[in-house]
């Protein structure tokens, strides 16, 4: 994915092609899903210690979308206690 990045940033830089993604609502979509799956792989990445989970939960993510990081959240928000508030499943587990 970085290699076509920069492969077609080349000819095109993206602030240039904006005009032309803003005009089409299918490329404005994927830019912002590619925020969106970025910021929260990096919250995963964090919260996660081994690097085999991670490489595990990026290939889902990649593969399953918006479906896997429900998934993730289901399986953070019933693995905490019963007294434990919704907002511990952010804190990062200790090693």
């Known amino acids: 994915m970085l290699i076509m990045t920069v492969r077609t940033c080349l000819p095109v830089s993206l602030w240039s092609a904006m005009p032309w993604f803003a ?3 299918w490329a404005m979509a994927t830019l912002y899903i590619t925020f969106g799956f970025s910021t929260f792989f990096s919250w995963l990445a964090w919260q996660e210690r ?3 989970a991670k490489l595990i939960w990026f290939v889902l993510i990649m593969a399953g979308g918006a479906i896997t990081v429900s998934l993730y959240m289901l399986l953070q928000l019933f693995g905490l206690r019963p007294d434990e508030p919704a907002s511990a499943s952010f804190r990062q587990e200790a090693a």
Do not use: F, I, T
Request: proline share 33%; charged share 15%; net charge positive.
């Open 23 to 25: 005009a089409k609502p």
């Open 50 to 52: 081994s690097p085999g």
